[in-house]
C-alpha cells in the first residue's frame, strides 16, 4: 500500500481559536494562551452549574411554598392539630382525604409546569417538603452553588431514616465532604 503522509508531516494538526491566537499576538507562548483560554472556559462551565444548582434550590423552595399554600388550609383542620375532634371519625376521613387531594393537585399543577412526569413531580414535591423542613444546611449549599442536586440526592438518602440529631449531625458531614467530592 502506499503511504500517504498527513498535511502536517504525521502529527496532530492544531488551528488555534481567535481567542487563543488574540493572546499568543500580546506575547504570551501558544501553550499559555491555549492554557490561559482553556481555564476561562472552564471557570464558566463552573460558574453556570453553580447559577444550576441555585436555579434548582429557588425551584425547591417555591415548589414547598406551592404545597404549604395549597395543603395549608386544609392542614388547619388536622384533627391532631385543630379544632376537629379526633373521635369523629368521619370528620377526620375527611379532612385526610382534603389533604390528599390538595397534595396530588399540587403534584399535578407543578407536573403541568414543569413539563414533567406526575411521578417524578411527587418525588419532587417529597423533596422539596424535606429539603425546606429538614435540611436548612443542604439547601443553602445548593443555593450557594457548593454542591449539586446529585449531592442533594446522596443526602435525602442516606438520612431518611435517621433521628432527627443523627440526622443533622450526618447531614454537615456529608455536606462537607459533597462540597470538594463529585
Not at 386544609?74 to 375527611?94: E, F, M, W
Amino acid at each position: 500500500r502506499p503511504h500517504h503522509p498527513s498535511p502536517a508531516g504525521g502529527s496532530l494538526l492544531v488551528i488555534p481559536s481567535a481567542p487563543v491566537v488574540a493572546r499568543a499576538a500580546s506575547g504570551l507562548s501558544w501553550r499559555e494562551a491555549r492554557r490561559q483560554v482553556l481555564d476561562a472556559l472552564v471557570d464558566e462551565v463552573e460558574a453556570a452549574d453553580r447559577a444550576i444548582a441555585s436555579a434548582q434550590a429557588r425551584r425547591i423552595r417555591a415548589i414547598e411554598a406551592v404545597r404549604v399554600e395549597a395543603v395549608g388550609a386544609v392542614a388547619a383542620l388536622d384533627p391532631v392539630l385543630g379544632p376537629v375532634d379526633p373521635a369523629d371519625a368521619v370528620r377526620v376521613s375527611a379532612i385526610r382525604a382534603q389533604q390528599r387531594f390538595g397534595h396530588q393537585s399540587v403534584v399535578l399543577e407543578v407536573s403541568c409546569a414543569l413539563r414533567a412526569p406526575e411521578v417524578s413531580t411527587a418525588s419532587l414535591v417529597h423533596d422539596a417538603q424535606v429539603l425546606v423542613d429538614h435540611h436548612p444546611a443542604t439547601l443553602a449549599a445548593l443555593t450557594d452553588g457548593s454542591i449539586s442536586y446529585a449531592h442533594v440526592g446522596v443526602v435525602l438518602e442516606n438520612t431518611t431514616l435517621l433521628e432527627p440529631d443523627d440526622c443533622r449531625a450526618l447531614e454537615v458531614t456529608l455536606v462537607d465532604r459533597a462540597k470538594d467530592t463529585t
